[in-house]
């Protein structure tokens, strides 16, 4: 006796075990292309640079392979001497900039987004437009301002003057908000209240645990994009002993002209210069994982 199958209605979703069919299949290729390509366009730099940075200036401006230079080894040791260890004096500012500026940016932006998200007073509403304005003004545009506020005030050309506009993020505090509403029930305050425990209780030891995550992500943006900052030290700093890393290979690149070897102090900078966003993205990463884990046993 044969078994009539009826086709399932367009839009319904698929059950757990059963196959693709080829319609699935086919509509699925072109998203697994333009992810890969995306991936291809973002890594192959990085990989040049990894490349690039094994290979001795010989090397480098002879030929343009992907294969593995013999020079690593010496192009580090020229690198960590160049004027006397100044490139780990740009490395200890950029962890400088980034570590401090990461975690003061990531508590004002938890402050300011839970009290946004979960207090109602004047003008919440204001305040919470002009930030997203701020989310849409490009960082670029606020550097010769914030350069004329530190010139003002006596500090441009100090560590400060780098650090203060890190200070406050409007994506942070936007970000913190999203994460406040989701992720801190407005019940489990009253409780805490209930049982005694005041604003700044409730705040410390009822949300910040619940942040963690957000907290995680916030800091971690701030920290690669100070790290990756280049026009506001730029500006901000005249002293080469101030520099962070970006400044300073910039400053290799534009004296390479006259000394080519510079060029592969840069690259291997460079390269150099990538491995604590990656160690930082692995470290942190478990913390993602961990609330993904979460909000699925909440789900």
């Known amino acids: 006796m044969s078994t009539v199958t009826t086709p399932r209605p367009v839009g319904t979703r698929r059950l757990v075990g059963e196959r693709p069919g080829p319609a699935s299949r086919r509509g699925a290729v072109l998203p697994t292309v333009v992810l890969f390509l995306g991936a291809l366009y973002c890594l192959v730099p990085v990989a040049w640079v990894l490349v690039a940075s094994t290979k001795s200036s010989s090397e480098l401006f002879s030929t343009f392979t992907f294969l593995p230079g013999t020079g690593l ?4 040791r020229d690198l960590f001497a160049y004027g006397d260890g100044q490139y780990v004096q740009w490395a200890l500012n950029s962890v400088l900039f980034a570590g401090v500026g990461a975690v003061a940016c990531t508590v004002v932006s938890t402050m300011a987004g839970y009290a946004l998200a979960k207090y109602d007073f004047p003008g919440r509403q204001v305040a919470f437009y002009a930030i997203l304005g701020g989310v849409l003004l490009p960082g670029i545009t606020l550097a ?3 350069y004329l506020l530190m010139s003002k005030v006596g500090l441009a050309g100090t560590y400060w003057s780098v650090l203060l506009p890190c200070l406050i993020s409007p994506f942070g505090i936007f970000l913190a908000r999203v994460y406040a509403m989701s992720a801190v029930p407005t019940e489990t305050m009253e409780a805490a209240r209930i049982d005694g425990a005041n604003d700044a209780r409730v705040f410390v030891s009822v949300a910040l645990p619940m942040m963690v995550p957000g907290m995680v992500t916030i800091f971690l943006l701030q920290f690669v994009g100070i790290w990756n900052n280049f026009l506001l030290p730029f500006i901000m700093l005249s002293d080469e002993r101030m520099y962070p890393l970006t400044v300073g290979l910039y400053t290799l690149l534009s004296k ?7 060029y592969t102090l840069a690259i291997i900078g460079s390269a150099v210069a990538i491995i604590p966003l990656v160690a930082m993205m692995l470290v942190l990463q478990r913390y993602w994982r961990l609330d993904l884990i979460s909000g699925g046993l909440k789900g």
């Open 73 to 76: 080894l010496e192009n580090l």
């Open 144 to 146: 010769i301002p914030q």
């Open 256 to 262: 390479g002209s006259g000394t080519p070897s510079l």
